[in-house]
């Protein structure tokens, strides 16, 4: 059509005994959901994705603020889950994109357990601008002022590639191709079920390349094992806000000095590197003041197709708390 190739989307019934295979392949349900507020335009939206739900949610319209429309999708598919008897996965996508979600916002959102903290599409600014914090600060900031208020559960962090086309887009170049970022689960059966619980519990890291081989909290300490791979050098920092950290914030604004809608100007006492170790075995010791500590593991080995300039292969450690 107009010079271009198209295929028609086939229903999951239709592929799925092609490529499932039992214990080697499986297949999951998804969606992508959008949330609008207000008057629904493209900055008031908020896109989130629903995995493993028994029928389609649809668009969640109409709500009055961020922060409900958040919640009205998290409860439906929740109540999807339950209604079924399934593990239903949900998780805000990009929060930088269209600068759509606040830090506020997220940790006010208490049914919102997951939230996407690497984004390889580009266009979703996973690094923020000089005036947006990152998709990664926004994870620091919302895990302070939810578990600080003692207001929810955890927020778990996920790296994804956004993928939009198998080669290069017509309008997105390679900027949406697969394999840029993923999640790795810790799962005895691959079944959607036991993917998802673990994908709920926490039990799963994000990456860009680095792999994983275990992750352990015993003993009042959280323990990494890197797969290290011949000749690359690796740095894991531990981060994490300590219980009484300041947590007033600046609001931001443009160069006429009208507030703009995003995430606060919040002080380094908030995720803040709490240690720096060197190696392939880190090993993190809870002081018990900490209000939560996740880790970061980094190569010394650059991305084959970096979101910017100079990126690094990552892994992302979820938070715990003492």
């Known amino acids: 059509m107009d010079g271009l190739e198209e295929v028609r989307l086939k229903a999951l019934a239709e592929y799925r005994h092609l490529f499932e295979e039992p214990g080697r392949f499986l297949c999951l349900t998804g969606e992508e959901v959008t949330a609008t ?8 939206t908020h896109w989130i994705n629903v995995y493993n739900a028994p029928s389609a949610l649809g668009r969640q319209d109409g709500h009055a603020d961020s922060q409900a429309a958040l919640q009205a999708a998290f409860i439906a598919a929740g109540a999807a889950g339950r209604s079924s008897a399934r593990e239903t996965a949900v998780y ?15 940790a006010a ?15 979703c600014h ?34 994804t590639d956004d993928c939009h086309a198998y080669y290069p887009h017509e309008t997105l170049g390679s900027t949406a191709m697969p394999g840029r970022a993923w999640v790795q689960v810790r ?17 799963f890291y994000g990456s860009t390349g680095v792999e994983l081989s275990e992750i352990q909290v015993d003993g009042g300490a959280l323990r990494i094992e890197v797969a290290a791979c011949e000749g690359v050098q690796y740095k894991t920092r531990f981060i ?13 604004v443009d160069a006429d000095g009208n ?3 995003t995430t606060r100007r919040y002080g380094d006492a908030i995720g803040q590197v709490l240690a720096e170790v060197e190696g392939v075995a880190p090993i993190y010791s809870l002081v018990g003041d900490e209000l939560y500590v996740r880790a970061v593991v980094c190569a010394d080995v650059p991305h084959p197709h970096p979101t910017t300039p100079g990126e690094v292969q990552k892994a992302w450690v ?5």
């Open 109 to 123: 959102a208490t049914r919102l357990r997951h939230l996407e903290i690497y984004t390889a599409l580009d266009m």
């Open 92 to 106: 805000l996508n990009h929060p930088n994109f269209r600068w759509n979600a606040s830090a506020e916002d997220i």
């Open 126 to 159: 996973t690094y923020g601008n000089e005036v947006h914090a990152s998709a990664e600060r926004i994870w620091d900031v919302a895990l302070s002022l939810r578990l600080a208020a003692g207001d929810g559960p955890l927020i778990y962090g996920l790296a």
């Open 37 to 44: 507020w207000g008057a629904g335009d493209a900055d008031r």
């Open 187 to 203: 799962s005895a059966h691959l079944t959607p079920d036991h993917l998802i619980g673990a994908i709920n519990r926490g039990d």
């Open 318 to 322: 979820q938070p715990i708390q003492p």
């Open 259 to 261: 507030q703009l809608r």
């Open 240 to 252: 994490g806000t300590r219980q009484g950290a300041n947590l007033s914030a600046e609001p931001v």
